[in-house]
């Protein structure tokens, strides 16, 4: 019966689409999921094809996906997909870290029981992902399909809310996502979840936060065993991200 009031608000959701709302959800997608690779530039005429719209929805939607730093403009070049250097992402994890475990401490204060159950819910959801199962990866759809998402929102603090879940926000996404794909780490992230909403619903901030905190270090410790690996000698701000083989 879930399943099928969720399935009912999906296709209420795209009805109400339009053409501009569904080629921008898209691509977005295709970028957060890596089948846009980093750096490629986008081609109109190909996009065009690929999502079956004209030019005036497309360009719509690639404004928007440069509104949330998801695409650059060049000068002279066009429109790429967002390139970060290691150092780059790794300074918005530091931020992360910080700013997260102060979210989930003050979830822990202010979060009621409603959205306990929401939050566990959430993650039995993410439990049904045939990725996460086969440990190939763990998508969070955005907003409130978002496990960290929910947790900031749960904070009731504005500030913490525009600074994670504005600007940061979908590049966030983006790599967490990309490096979610690593030899072991989705059921890891998963596990770290859970024992993150026992924290909040036992009202433990100060655990809470302790959790959050040493989650978001071991994505960015992942990050770097993932990147600089292949290369240790190889100074971080010299390396450019490219996306984990497999991910189309």
Not at 102 to 110: G, K, P, S
Not at 143 to 154: C, E, M, Q, T
Request: charged share 25%; aromatic share 6%.
């Amino acid at each position: 019966m879930q399943q099928a009031l969720s399935s009912s608000i999906e296709s209420s959701i795209e009805a109400n689409m339009t053409l501009a709302d569904r080629v921008f959800a898209q691509i977005q997608d295709a970028i957060v999921k890596g089948q846009l690779k980093a750096g490629v530039k986008m081609s109109e005429a190909e996009l065009t094809t690929r999502y079956g719209v004209s030019r005036g929805p497309l360009r719509e939607a690639l404004r928007r996906l440069e509104a949330r730093k998801l695409l650059t403009r060049i000068p002279h070049v066009g429109v790429r997909v967002v390139e970060l250097t290691i150092d780059d992402v790794l300074q918005m994890y530091q931020v992360r870290e910080v700013l997260e475990g102060m979210a989930a401490r003050l979830a822990a204060q202010h979060v009621t029981d409603e959205e306990v159950q929401g939050l566990k819910q959430l993650l039995q959801q993410h439990q049904q992902q045939t990725e996460l199962q086969t440990g190939k990866g763990y998508y969070q759809e955005e907003g409130d399909f978002d496990f960290h998402y929910r947790i900031v929102k749960a904070s009731r603090n504005d500030v913490l809310m525009q600074m994670l879940c504005g600007e940061l926000y979908h590049r966030v996404r983006l790599y967490r996502y990309q490096f979610s794909v690593t030899e072991g780490r989705p059921h890891k992230a998963f596990a770290e979840h859970s024992r993150i909403v026992e924290a909040i619903e036992a009202k433990d901030g100060e655990m809470a936060e302790l959790l959050m905190r040493r989650h978001i270090s071991a994505a960015r410790q992942n990050i770097l065993m993932h990147v600089c690996s292949p290369h240790p000698n190889l100074l971080p701000q010299e390396r450019e991200f490219s996306l984990p083989e497999g991910e189309s």
